[in-house]
């Protein structure tokens, strides 16, 4: 059962790596690297409170 649950966390957390840390790029690529610290920084935040409040 927790087997199941990591891995279905995992690819979870992977996707959301890929989707958030693309849009992080293409803010640091378009000249805009504080708002892309501001966007990661929020993004890591969200995801913590999601595992801390069991979402």
Do not use: C
């Not at 891995?7 to 996707?15: C, I, M």
């Amino acid at each position: 059962m927790q087997l199941q649950y990591l891995s279905k966390n995992f690819h979870r957390l992977l996707q959301e790596l890929l989707i958030f840390g693309l849009a992080a790029l293409a803010l640091v690529f378009s000249g805009k690297p504080t708002l892309a610290i501001i966007y990661a920084t929020t993004v890591l935040v969200s995801r913590f409170l999601i595992d801390l409040w069991d979402q």
